[in-house]
């Protein structure tokens, strides 16, 4: 049976991919037979990523403005042709109250989370897309739609991801689409502040009864890059075990912000 994937043969970028979701999505595109053009800061990782999936990898910081030309270039120097851009690289800092935010850090949070994608888009668009077509998927999170103690900056930069996601998939409509995949609570190193502390705690509170894998987003992002997802675009979906839908499931407090509150992330 033909995989209503078809994926065979196109051509995926991946940001933040030498870990964590960003890598389980390169190795999802891999599986369906995509070719993958990894980046992340990590010159190990991008270079073992590539190597083990067979694709090319870019080390270097999203937040450079020429960082998204040069991995489109090499996307269509190695493979001839550019069909998926994830956009998956992230900072959660600064972490804290806004009123303390330093404005640099701040800034800093919007070239990584929101200016780094429309780049990155832009440059994929200028060089294929628009002539060829294609697929964006961001990834965004759960908490974009709602606060959270000390992720001020983080939620405001990601509900800017998801507003920026609608408006392009309105501009770049028919030839490209562009969806987004919203996370709830994954076990990545991102967030292992948050989890590492009471994973099962936090897992007996979701109508699922665990956390997620990284896994269950890459199947998400994969699928909504597919022709399987032909027919949608400008969409979010939510990857998050049951977290919106908790308050029907449990009567206790989110467990979440508790440990939003007396944990913090190692600075970067």
Same mark, same amino acid.
């Given at each position: 049976?033909?995989?209503?994937?078809?994926?065979?043969? %196109?051509?995926?970028?991946?940001?933040?991919?030498?870990?964590?979701?960003?890598?389980?999505?390169?190795?999802?595109?891999?599986?369906?037979?995509?070719?993958?053009?990894?980046?992340?800061?990590?010159?190990?990782?991008?270079?073992?990523?590539?190597?083990?999936?067979?694709?090319?990898?870019?080390?270097?910081?999203?937040?450079?403005?020429?960082?998204?030309?040069?991995?489109?270039?090499?996307?269509? #120097?190695?493979?001839?042709?550019?069909?998926?851009?994830?956009?998956?690289?992230?900072?959660?800092?600064?972490?804290?109250?806004?009123?303390?935010?330093?404005?640099?850090?701040?800034?800093?949070?919007?070239?990584?989370?929101?200016?780094?994608?429309?780049?990155?888009?832009?440059?994929?668009?200028?060089?294929?897309?628009?002539?060829?077509?294609?697929?964006?998927?961001?990834?965004?999170?759960?908490?974009?739609?709602?606060?959270?103690?000390?992720?001020?900056?983080?939620?405001?930069?990601?509900? #800017?991801?998801?507003?920026?996601?609608?408006?392009?998939?309105?501009?770049?409509?028919?030839?490209?689409?562009?969806?987004?995949?919203?996370?709830?609570?994954? %076990?990545?190193?991102?967030?292992?502040?948050?989890?590492?502390?009471?994973?099962?705690?936090?897992?007996?509170?979701?109508?699922?009864? %665990?956390?997620?894998?990284?896994?269950?987003?890459?199947?998400?992002?994969?699928?909504?890059?597919?022709? #399987?997802?032909?027919?949608?675009?400008? #969409?979010?979906?939510?990857?998050?075990?049951?977290?919106?839908?908790?308050?029907?499931?449990?009567?206790?407090?989110?467990?979440?912000?508790? %440990?939003?509150?007396?944990?913090?992330?190692?600075?970067?």
């Amino acid at each position: 049976m033909t995989s209503p994937y078809g994926l065979e043969g %196109r051509v995926a970028v991946v940001t933040g991919a030498s870990r964590g979701i960003g890598r389980a999505v390169a190795e999802a595109f891999a599986a369906a037979g995509a070719h993958v053009c990894v980046t992340a800061r990590d010159a190990d990782g991008v270079r073992r990523a590539a190597e083990e999936l067979g694709g090319v990898g870019l080390a270097g910081s999203v937040a450079d403005p020429a960082h998204p030309r040069e991995l489109t270039e090499l996307a269509l #120097a190695a493979f001839g042709r550019l069909d998926v851009v994830v956009n998956n690289a992230a900072t959660n800092e600064p972490y804290g109250p806004l009123m303390d935010a330093d404005p640099d850090r701040w800034r800093e949070a919007f070239t990584i989370n929101v200016e780094a994608p429309l780049r990155l888009v832009q440059c994929a668009w200028r060089a294929w897309m628009g002539e060829h077509g294609g697929a964006v998927v961001n990834i965004c999170t759960e908490g974009a739609g709602h606060v959270g103690p000390n992720v001020g900056a983080y939620g405001t930069t990601k509900a #800017a991801l998801l507003h920026l996601t609608r408006q392009l998939a309105g501009e770049l409509a028919p030839k490209v689409r562009v969806n987004s995949v919203s996370p709830g609570l994954v %076990r990545t190193e991102l967030a292992r502040f948050v989890w590492e502390h009471g994973e099962d705690e936090l897992a007996a509170g979701l109508p699922l009864g %665990r956390i997620g894998h990284p896994a269950d987003i890459a199947r998400a992002v994969v699928w909504l890059a597919s022709d #399987a997802a032909e027919w949608i675009t400008g #969409a979010d979906l939510l990857v998050d075990g049951g977290t919106r839908v908790r308050t029907a499931y449990s009567a206790d407090g989110y467990a979440v912000q508790e %440990r939003l509150r007396s944990y913090a992330p190692p600075h970067s």
